[in-house]
């Protein structure tokens, strides 16, 4: 007799699944009517039974050993998110490789699991500058439950601490512990510093092509080694920065010396001691030469550091073009200054700042914040109406140990451009990711444009 169909297999399966839960059902709607209590749970277990062995039933994974026309193997590109792609964990920027099903794997069973973070302590809210978008922050930090969690959100002008949050050891802090903690990789964060030497030596344009050899988020000794007669790939160098390209950026900092490199990390405030260590010493130091200076310009060591008060500073600083200040707030000492401190830490020129600003923008329009930073986690309307700009992260750190993954931005409204926020997100997992730090960064965003823009429907 001949096989039906696989696709008309598949629909009969799933036909007398059906029948069978439904008959299940009834019975136990039956056995329990006089406790309506018992009813309803028993109906929602076998609702969520039905679904499941549902979606095992027409999952295109489910294998038919007697179907020839089946084939077992799935070509890697058609499999984003299987073995092909977790190969890359390495990765500098894993968010920019799209693989987010673990993430929201993780959200799904965050948002469904029992712990202490049900248990909410609203006065560390209700004290912050901003309470209604603390309180978002705190949300969001409950439903993701990183392993740890910092969102830091400073308004641009008056450099003041308007919202925070924070989550370890399985709950959500209500004190801001470690926003000055220096001990978390800054990752590609450390580009910042690669780009504004680079400009800062005028041998560098936004536009300088740098050769691009190898793969974008891989740092060999054979990617440094550029012939004397190239011809090969370039990528111009907001480009490099824009989508973390580590080869280019690294042939950038060994061309301009450790030298020029220390030098424009001091102007971000790196290896300083701030008044009252408020913030933690971030730490970044440039061998003379070789393959450890070619991982320092382009972040790919955890011997960088950053704290996420120092990284919200330097982000104000390209904004308002003037010398680095960490940000303060009056409730939140002694974790952060309790008024604006000037630093003696000089500038940069004109042209630095604008070079910065604008490989920030690029990161958002064409860069690896692009897929998280948009209408996909944004209201159209603030989106539109907002000049978004940022830098992503991602390394492997001991101090918690796990997988780091930041993001530092801006958010501009486009007609009142004094509307402005600093947004920095810095998350570490273990073994399951939370939502990718930018979208994180977009979801603040898009609450705070929410509240703060009046714009049309």
């Known amino acids: 007799m001949e096989r039906l169909p696989y696709a008309q297999r598949m629909r009969n399966r799933c036909i007398a699944i059906t029948v069978l839960i439904t008959i299940i059902v009834a019975i136990v709607h039956c056995s329990s009517k006089d406790d309506p209590e018992?009813?309803?749970?028993?109906?929602?277990?076998?609702?969520a039974l039905a679904a499941d062995t549902l979606a095992q039933a027409v999952a295109p994974s489910d294998t038919n050993p007697f179907d020839e026309s089946y084939n077992a193997e799935v070509p890697a590109n058609e499999n984003p998110n299987g073995l092909?792609?977790?190969?890359?964990?390495?990765?500098?920027?894993?968010?920019?490789?799209?693989?987010?099903?673990?993430?929201?794997?993780?959200?799904?069973i965050s948002t469904t699991s029992e712990s202490t973070d049900n248990v909410r302590d609203t006065v560390h809210i209700k004290s912050q500058k901003d309470p209604s978008l603390a309180d978002k922050i705190d949300i969001l930090l409950r439903r993701y439950h990183p392993d740890l969690g910092v969102i830091l959100v400073v308004n641009t002008k008056t450099n003041e601490i308007i919202?925070?949050?924070?989550?370890?050891?399985?709950?959500?802090?209500?004190?801001?512990?470690?926003?000055?903690?220096?001990?978390?990789?800054?990752?590609?964060?450390?580009?910042?510093?690669?780009?504004?030497?680079?400009?800062?030596?005028?041998?560098?344009?936004?536009?300088?092509?740098?050769?691009?050899?190898?793969?974008h988020h891989t740092l060999y000794l054979n990617q440094l080694r550029v012939p004397e007669k190239y011809n090969g790939p370039t990528m111009e160098l907001s480009e490099a920065f824009a989508r973390s390209a580590n080869p280019p950026?690294?042939?950038?900092?060994?061309?301009?010396?450790?030298?020029?490199?220390?030098?424009?990390?001091?102007?971000?405030?790196?290896?300083?001691?701030?008044?009252?260590?408020?913030?933690?010493?971030?730490?970044?130091?440039?061998?003379?030469?070789?393959?450890?200076?070619?991982?320092?310009?382009?972040?790919?060591?955890?011997?960088?550091?950053?704290?996420?008060?120092?990284?919200?500073?330097?982000v104000r600083a390209v904004l308002t073009k003037k010398p680095l200040e960490i940000p303060w707030a009056r409730d939140m000492a002694p974790f952060a200054p309790q008024k604006p401190i000037a630093l003696?830490?000089?500038?940069?020129?004109?042209?630095?700042?604008?070079?910065?600003?604008?490989?920030?923008?690029?990161?958002?329009?064409?860069?690896?914040?692009?897929?998280?930073?948009?209408?996909?986690?944004?209201?159209?309307?603030?989106?539109?109406?907002?000049?978004?700009?940022?830098?992503?992260?991602?390394?492997?750190?001991?101090?918690?140990?796990?997988?780091?993954?930041?993001?530092?931005?801006?958010?501009?409204?486009?007609?009142d451009p004094s509307k402005s926020i600093v947004?920095?997100?810095?998350?570490?997992?273990?073994?399951?990711?939370?939502?990718?730090?930018?979208?994180?960064?977009?979801?603040?965003?898009?609450?705070?444009?929410?509240?703060?823009?009046?714009l049309k429907k």
């Not at 939370?434 to 977009?442: D, I, L, M, N």
Request: aromatic share 8%; glycine share 8%.
């Open 38 to 47: 018992e009813s309803a749970k028993a109906a929602a277990k076998q609702q």
């Open 163 to 215: 919202a925070w949050g924070e989550r370890r050891d399985g709950k959500v802090q209500n004190r801001p512990d470690w926003i000055g903690r220096a001990t978390f990789p800054a990752a590609s964060l450390a580009k910042l510093v690669t780009i504004a030497a680079a400009m800062e030596s005028n041998r560098y344009s936004l536009n300088t092509p740098i050769p691009m050899i190898g793969r």
């Open 84 to 108: 092909a792609a977790l190969k890359g964990i390495e990765d500098e920027d894993f968010e920019s490789a799209g693989n987010t099903a673990v993430g929201n794997d993780a959200s799904a």
């Open 423 to 454: 947004v920095i997100v810095m998350q570490m997992h273990k073994e399951i990711r939370s939502q990718p730090a930018t979208q994180v960064a977009a979801t603040v965003i898009n609450y705070w444009a929410h509240q703060n823009l009046s």
């Open 344 to 415: 003696d830490i000089g500038k940069f020129s004109e042209n630095t700042y604008y070079g910065l600003r604008e490989s920030m923008l690029r990161s958002v329009t064409q860069g690896t914040a692009r897929k998280h930073m948009s209408t996909k986690n944004m209201a159209r309307k603030n989106f539109e109406a907002l000049r978004l700009g940022g830098k992503t992260g991602s390394l492997d750190g001991t101090d918690p140990a796990g997988r780091y993954d930041w993001f530092m931005g801006f958010a501009e409204s486009k007609a």
């Open 249 to 314: 950026m690294a042939i950038v900092g060994k061309t301009i010396g450790a030298k020029r490199l220390t030098a424009a990390a001091a102007k971000l405030g790196y290896n300083r001691r701030f008044p009252g260590n408020v913030p933690n010493a971030s730490s970044y130091t440039a061998p003379d030469t070789g393959y450890g200076l070619a991982e320092v310009a382009c972040g790919f060591t955890t011997s960088t550091t950053l704290t996420p008060l120092l990284a919200a500073a330097q």
